[in-house]
């Protein structure tokens, strides 16, 4: 029996189990994702049709100018030479996206911890114009952000704090950490984060999407060879191509086509040569934030240790979300972080802060240190953004208030999950992730009930093309452990109702 048939296997054409023992720890869970019902498929099918057609058609009133044009468009000169709309994303933003971008656009001016107030705007022009109307929804309960663990508060104690330190240090340190920009409390956030996560070492930097990008290719060159999960988010994917690295997709969480690409890599080496790869590494997500499931880890170890490969875990959706004390996907199946050569993560949602870290052995961060571009010419991380995540990572390790943060989450999750399988919608992912996605597949529902939703006092995110697949919209939900339960059951009872009025329980499953 192969590694990847050891430890369970999971993929998008039904229920799989992963079993992990690691320690005290023994993890059973199941990810599902119901394919898409062909009644579903077909409606939005004829959706996507329509407006097509109706888009081709607004598209030849603009060019013989029967309709304005409130695009920006080429200069006359340049049309034979660099076509600006010329591919089918832009033909959708055009046609579709900015007729319903009321749902994907709207400004909040509160902080966003349980309850947010959302500035109100009028659209016209099918989504072209917009003027703010003076009015604020107050008091709507957000559903849709990071906050995974409350800490985006503007009181309390992690909010003292931060003032405290702008007073010391001042809101911005003018200089990257190479020059004049390496104050003390960097130093003691990246000891204090090495020593939460169980490593030796680890460097931050000011922006979680930068961590990806610019790190990685520091780590792999022309000459490597990167196994990349097929979910993986934007910056991982930018990060690869700036590498020069050959990249090899996977199917999402499949063991069994891992495990197949890593064999290849093995045995043919590299094109043409037949060289062995100088270096193979193998790029994961700890919770992947569309799909809402969760890394098989295990089955990724056991094959990076057989091929003798190196594993770049991202963990900004897992770190402070999963885990017993919060410490990610690897306290969750029970596993050492040092058995994962780079551990990146953000501070952007669980802490309630920005920023981001890559941790391991001291080599890998003082490598990253001298080489990083984000190390060598960004400006440092903000002091009271470092005192926010020192204070709430304070909280998270060693407190009560921390661990009942945790427990509340974790209790948050399978109830909403539970409560939305129950009315038959069909939701996507893990039990235990926070991030809780649920298929609509029509944009025309994905618009009615995201309206439907706001009017009933509560925020959601939608999502569609180009993020997801064109078929697959959907609202995805994001728990937090700011939420009271009465918050999460009058959520359920709203979705309960527009499940009957816009026909939204797909599901079989029993």
């Given at each position: ?219 792999v060159n022309k000459g490597c060879l990167i196994l990349s999960d097929g979910l993986n988010h934007a910056s991982l994917v930018l990060g690869c191509r700036l590498s020069r690295a050959t990249i090899r997709v996977f199917k999402h969480n499949d063991m069994e ?254």
């Open positions: 029996m192969n590694a990847a048939a050891q430890n369970g296997e999971l993929n998008r054409n039904g229920a799989n189990e992963i079993y992990h023992k690691g320690g005290s720890t023994k993890r059973k869970f199941q990810e599902s994702f119901e394919p898409t019902p062909l009644y579903a498929a077909i409606v939005t099918y004829v959706n996507y049709a329509v407006v097509t057609l109706f888009g081709f058609l607004r598209d030849f009133l603009r060019k013989h100018g029967f309709e304005k044009l409130y695009a920006a468009t080429e200069d006359p000169e340049m049309k034979d030479f660099v076509p600006l709309y010329a591919s089918f994303e832009s033909f959708y933003t055009r046609n579709i996206y900015n007729r319903i971008q009321d749902i994907f656009n709207r400004p909040i001016c509160s902080v966003p911890g349980a309850t947010i107030n959302i500035v109100e705007r009028k659209f016209s022009h099918s989504g072209w114009t917009s003027k703010y109307t003076g009015k604020t929804l107050k008091n709507v309960v957000n559903l849709g952000s990071y906050n995974y663990l409350g800490f985006a508060e503007n009181e309390g104690t992690c909010s003292e704090a931060a003032i405290e330190s702008a007073k010391k240090y001042g809101v911005g340190v003018c200089s990257s950490r190479q020059e004049m920009g390496n104050l003390d409390i960097h130093t003691k956030l990246e000891q204090t984060m090495a020593d939460y996560l169980g490593v030796e070492a680890c460097i931050t930097f000011g922006m979680g999407y930068a961590t990806n990008s610019t790190n990685i290719p520091c780590l086509d891992l495990e197949r690409k890593l064999s290849d890599g093995v045995v043919y080496g590299q094109p043409r040569t037949q060289r062995p790869w100088k270096k193979i590494l193998i790029i994961v997500e700890g919770v992947y934030s569309m799909e809402g499931s969760i890394v098989n880890l295990p089955g990724v170890l056991a094959l990076k240790k057989k091929y003798k490969a190196y594993l770049y875990l991202d963990e900004a959706h897992s770190i402070g979300a999963l885990g017993d004390h919060g410490r990610g996907v690897t306290e969750y199946f029970g596993i050492h972080a040092s058995e994962v050569d780079i551990m990146m993560g953000t501070f952007t949602k669980s802490f309630g802060a920005a920023g981001g870290y890559i941790a391991g052995n001291r080599a890998l961060v003082e490598h990253l240190r001298a080489h990083s571009h984000s190390a060598c010419y960004a400006t440092s991380m903000s002091p009271p953004v470092c005192q926010q995540i020192l204070t709430s990572l304070s909280i998270i390790s060693g407190t009560e208030e921390g661990r009942n943060r945790i427990k509340q989450l974790a209790k948050s999750c399978k109830i909403f999950r539970q409560g939305l399988k129950k009315l038959g919608f069909i939701v996507y992912g893990n039990d235990d992730s926070p991030v809780v996605p649920v298929l609509f597949y029509s944009p025309c529902k994905l618009g009615a009930f995201s309206r439907e939703m706001l009017k009933r006092g509560f925020a959601v995110v939608g999502v569609g093309f180009p993020a997801t697949p064109i078929v697959e919209s959907r609202v995805r939900f994001c728990m937090s452990a700011a939420l009271t339960d009465k918050q999460i059951q009058d959520a359920l009872s709203a979705c309960s109702d527009l499940s009957s009025l816009l026909n939204l329980n797909y599901s079989k499953a029993k």
